[in-house]
């Protein structure tokens, strides 16, 4: 088994300062065969205005895969959708191929989901509720995306119990089938092992989507500098397998298809004693 992290963001999005290179040096010293570089597009947010430079990020990654051929280098976005900029995120990407696509729900109208002040502007229900239909209406009238980005990541920043968030309704099932129906999958996040003391997203819903017959799980790390690359890989394949999956999924680039690797934790000891050393240098 190799180790893949499709989830990293390096300085061509805005809360990066790692560059390509640097993290794939990371990647060459520390055994991660394959990287996915996943850089920020929220449309309407002014905060990314102005916008990733689409052709100039292909260039440099085209450039970065004839200089470390030993790496499988995939060129990503992670696409934070609502439904006020879909139309516009369509027009922006769709002039070019990409390898991977996240489609992640970081804020919807007048709500930023990570605001920590959000539980004063919005009644609790009224938060839930735009985001889960957030969610509902991006998988309907969006379709260029391959999975689906840390999923519960509203608990992250908000102190909304799991209950509360998982309070399971037919649309919920209605958007994990659509996703089975397309091919599309979830990606286990190991950035929520920070803040919530677990991946995202939750065990029910990894099991729900697997109940329902899906099988793409990619593994990502979220990482924005080096020493978080593919880190906690061994905890978010456990994780894996805890909710009832022997395996996880890669993309074959050139067919574009996915195809499935057994999990086997062992594989990461290595890479996380790395990571350690790495940090204490
Ligand atoms: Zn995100
Ligand atoms: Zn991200």
């Known amino acids: 088994m190799q180790i893949v992290d499709y989830h990293v963001h390096s300085a061509w999005s805005p809360d990066s300062r790692m560059s390509v290179r640097k993290a794939l040096n990371y990647c060459r010293e520390n055994h991660v065969k394959e990287i996915v570089f996943t850089e920020h597009l929220d449309m309407g947010d002014p ?12 260039v440099d990654i085209e450039a970065s895969k004839l200089e ?7 060129c990503g976005l992670e696409l934070g959708m609502h439904p006020g900029n879909i139309k516009a995120t369509e027009t922006y990407i769709h002039p070019y191929e990409w390898d991977f696509l996240i489609m992640s729900v970081h804020q919807y109208e007048n709500i930023g989901f990570c605001d920590p002040m959000l539980l004063q502007r919005f009644e609790k229900q009224e938060i839930l509720d735009k985001y889960w239909n957030a969610w509902f209406y991006n ?9 689906l980005g840390h999923l ?33 999958g979830i990606e286990i996040n190991a950035k929520g092992i920070k803040s919530l003391g677990r991946p995202h997203p939750s065990l029910n819903i990894l099991r729900r989507y697997k109940a329902l017959g899906g099988e ?15 880190r906690h890989f061994d905890t978010i394949s456990q ?19 996915f195809y499935f690797e057994k999990l086997c934790i062992e594989n990461y000891a290595g890479v996380n004693s790395v990571n350690k050393s790495f940090l204490m240098e």
């Open 47 to 58: 905060g990314q205005i102005p916008y990733l430079d689409l052709s100039s990020y292909l």
């Open 68 to 74: 470390y051929p030993d790496i499988i280098i995939g």
């Open 139 to 147: 998988v309907e009238h969006f379709k260029d995306f391959h999975v």
């Open 152 to 184: 519960d990541y509203l608990l992250r920043y908000q102190p909304i119990s799991i209950e509360e968030f998982e309070v399971w309704t037919e649309p919920k099932d209605a958007m994990l089938k659509r996703l089975i129906e397309r091919g599309q």
């Open 216 to 230: 793409i799980v990619t593994l990502g790390s979220d990482a924005h500098s080096v020493s978080n690359i593919a």
């Open 239 to 257: 994780y894996l397998k805890e909710a009832g999956f022997n395996y996880f999924a890669r993309r074959d680039f050139e067919k574009k298809e």
